[in-house]
């Protein structure tokens, strides 16, 4: 990044507090496999959520003399500390610190909520990530920085060192990640926002069927390293590289056949890899399968571009325009909500990225 590390405002010592909100982002073309410092193996593209977000409120304070350690912070879930996350929180701090050196001067509140379940199997370090690289930047930088357009840009690159797909979650509603010869403006260090996108995916349906809400067998960490080595890797990053050219085209034009085609081929060319690995994994559940058998037979019968991704998880987002989600919705409730654990469901649309909550 050219202008990055920024000129970073020097930190004051008085308590200065920021809160931001980031959504969560579901790829159509799907990051898997990277290299340090949490650079991409291939190029992704995803739709930014509306209501699955993260809200994250982190208040800056003088560091208590006595605290030990490089980092002081807390940091509470819901309203409850969680311990649990310190080394998540510390080993991205330890990331960042070289553009944030801040970090080591002060104490951090850091409080966030999510909008969905924390347990119900939806990544939540796409939005988490985001929101407190966006809380960190903009103590760093001062309110005037948040009119800058390189604001975001930087967040997004911090966050990306948080989680990969967190790069995604600051625009909205098309945000591709990692350089492609196709998109030229594209970058392997942040995300960028598509503006050639066709009126339809504004405001695309993502139903989240929950399948499964338990912690899942391997973590993305893992899976991600299990691509080093990998038979298929060569032939796979060649083909995303073509997917996200073919995806980029359908997104412009609204073209929902090929959508449809191209978005269930990359979810499960996803879990083909995790199969495929040594060792090998299976994250798709029974309930999984029956459900893209069911999304399928529905496609036949009706002709409605009615589709399936999948996460790294067993959960099965389902994704059709908003012309048509009066009847799926009902098609989802009559017939899919019964594979999901305690029936539950997200709806969930396309939505505009991250934004700033005053007071
Ligand atoms: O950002 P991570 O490290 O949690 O990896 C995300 C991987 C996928 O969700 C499976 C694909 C993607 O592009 O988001």
């Not at 038979?231 to 359908?250: G, I, T």
Request: hydrophobic share 40%; aromatic share 10%; proline share 7%.
């Amino acid at each position: 990044m050219k202008d990055f590390p920024p000129v970073l405002h020097p930190y004051h010592s008085a308590p200065h507090q920021v809160s931001w909100q980031s959504p969560s982002n579901i790829a159509l073309v799907k990051y898997w496999g990277k290299y340090d410092p949490q650079l991409p193996a291939n190029p992704s593209v995803s739709l930014t959520l509306d209501q699955c977000r993260t809200i994250t409120k982190v208040r800056c304070e003088p560091r208590p003399t006595d605290a030990h350690g490089t980092f002081s912070f807390e940091f509470l879930l819901g309203g409850t500390p969680k311990p649990d996350f310190h080394p998540k929180i510390e080993g991205f701090f330890q990331r960042i610190l070289a553009y944030l050196p801040f970090l080591t001067q002060v104490h951090l509140r850091i409080e966030s909520e999510n909008t969905f379940p924390h347990s119900s199997g939806i990544a939540s370090s796409a939005s988490a990530m985001s929101a407190l690289a966006l809380c960190l930047l903009h103590i760093a930088r001062g309110d005037e920085a948040v009119s800058d357009p390189s604001f975001f840009q930087q967040a997004s690159y911090l966050a990306r060192l948080g989680s990969g797909s967190a790069c995604r979650s600051i625009w909205g509603p098309v945000v591709v990640w990692g350089v492609t010869p196709s998109i030229p403006e594209a970058s392997q260090e942040f995300g960028w926002s598509s503006d050639r996108i066709h009126p339809v995916f504004a405001d695309y349906q993502d139903t989240i069927l929950l399948i499964d809400q338990g912690q899942k067998s391997v973590s993305s960490t893992v899976g991600h390293q299990l691509m080093v080595g990998h038979p298929f890797a060569e032939a796979r990053f060649k083909q995303a590289h073509k997917h996200l050219e073919q995806m980029m085209e359908v997104l412009a034009q609204g073209d929902l056949d090929r959508f449809v085609d191209l978005v269930e081929r990359e979810a499960l060319t996803l879990h083909a890899l995790m199969m495929a690995s040594n060792p090998s994994f299976v994250l798709m559940k029974p309930a999984t399968l029956a459900v893209i058998e069911k999304i399928r037979a529905y496609r036949k019968a009706t002709q409605h571009p009615v589709c399936f991704t999948l996460d790294a998880g067993a959960n099965v987002h389902v994704l059709y325009p908003k012309s048509i989600s009066k009847t799926v919705l009902q098609w989802i409730q009559d017939e899919l909500v019964v594979y999901c654990e305690k029936e539950s469901y997200i709806c969930d649309s396309v939505g505009r990225g991250s934004s700033p909550i005053n007071g």
